[in-house]
């Protein structure tokens, strides 16, 4: 969908890298292996975003570290278009408000890191979900944004004991549940 509106691969890839997430960051070596592009080709749309004050920059060191400004007055915009283009917000509309008591949701992998790798991995946690529900809406959703829907579903009980794990990796909170 981006790709008829925005011309540049790159700046796709790195709207994608800082806008499915808002807290990722990022400097420029690190996303030239990540894109396995040229530093000379990110460099030149880093600067362009930068300047548009659509991503902002701090040193840390020698690196300069980039993030998205969420502070812009088209922030929520940019990221909307994001997630629509990658069907995040169908994950959210169709799977998460449909399926029952879901207390809290996350993605996590690829998608909380700002990679479009095709694969969306959705953690559910609530009680009483329908698992023949979440497979049917998981389905539909999948053929609807062209993405595979990895989901986990846990009890509150099941999330407690493993909270501790999904804290060290990176996550991109859907829904905030209450606490447990």
């Not at 530093?39 to 701090?58: P, Q």
Request: aromatic share 8%; charged share 30%.
């Amino acid at each position: 969908m981006l790709k008829s509106i925005i011309t540049s691969e790159t700046r796709i890839k790195l709207l994608f890298k800082f806008f499915l997430n808002p807290k990722t960051k990022g400097y420029l070596r690190q996303l030239s292996s990540e894109f396995n592009e040229s530093t000379n080709g990110i460099r030149v749309e880093l600067n362009k975003l930068e300047e548009a004050k659509i991503l902002i920059s701090e040193f840390k060191g020698r690196n300069k570290i980039y993030k998205a400004n969420s502070s812009h007055p088209l922030f929520n915009e940019l990221r909307n278009i994001v997630l629509k283009s990658t069907g995040i917000d169908k994950v959210i509309s169709n799977i998460i408000n449909k399926i029952g008591d879901v207390g809290t949701a996350f993605i996590r992998g690829d998608y909380a890191v700002g990679n479009d790798s095709g694969l969306i991995d959705l953690v559910l946690v609530g009680s009483n979900l329908n698992n023949k529900e979440i497979n049917r809406v998981k389905n539909k959703t999948e053929k609807l944004i062209d993405r595979k829907i990895s989901i986990l579903v846990l009890t509150p009980a099941e999330y407690k004991n493993l909270k501790h794990n999904f804290e060290k990796e990176p996550t991109f909170v859907l829904l905030k549940g209450k606490k447990r």
